[in-house]
């Protein structure tokens, strides 16, 4: 069956960075557009970036454009989630989000057919 595990995330202080990592398996990896998510304790489950199957295209939520760069190693089917200049309001769980189809929807969550289980990034002030 189909499993995201996600990794990396961690306690940070204002200004580090982190590195997430989801691992796929049981999909064919290039099949799927990829994609982060985050959730604050309170909030909704909100968009955080978003790659296309071959890695070629990306988006970006306006709140980490220029902070955050995804990226994608299809012969390790993997996700990474690059994080610099962090801030506290990026303090959630993180979770990486796999869409299949050929068409790409980065910023909609109910395009995304599977998810992982989350990982807590928290940075402090």
């Known amino acids: 069956q189909v499993q995201l595990v996600e990794s990396g995330g961690g306690l940070v202080q204002a200004g580090g960075s982190l590195r997430l990592s989801c691992a796929a398996s049981?999909?064919?990896?290039?099949?799927?557009?990829m994609g982060w998510f985050r959730q604050a304790p309170g909030k909704e489950r909100e968009f955080v970036a978003s790659?296309?199957?071959?890695?070629?295209?990306?988006s970006y939520a306006d709140s980490v454009k220029g902070r955050f760069t995804i990226s994608r190693d299809n012969a390790k089917n993997t996700v990474y989630l690059q994080m610099n200049s962090l801030k506290p309001e990026d303090t959630a769980v993180y979770y990486c989000?796999?869409?299949?189809?050929?068409?790409?929807?980065?910023?909609?969550?109910?395009?995304?057919?599977?998810w992982g289980q989350g990982t807590q990034v928290t940075v402090s002030s």
């Open positions: 989000a796999a869409g299949y189809g050929s068409r790409w929807y980065p910023m909609d969550r109910r395009r995304y057919d599977y």
């Open positions: 790659i296309n199957w071959t890695g070629g295209s990306t």
């Open positions: 049981g999909v064919t990896f290039t099949s799927y557009y």
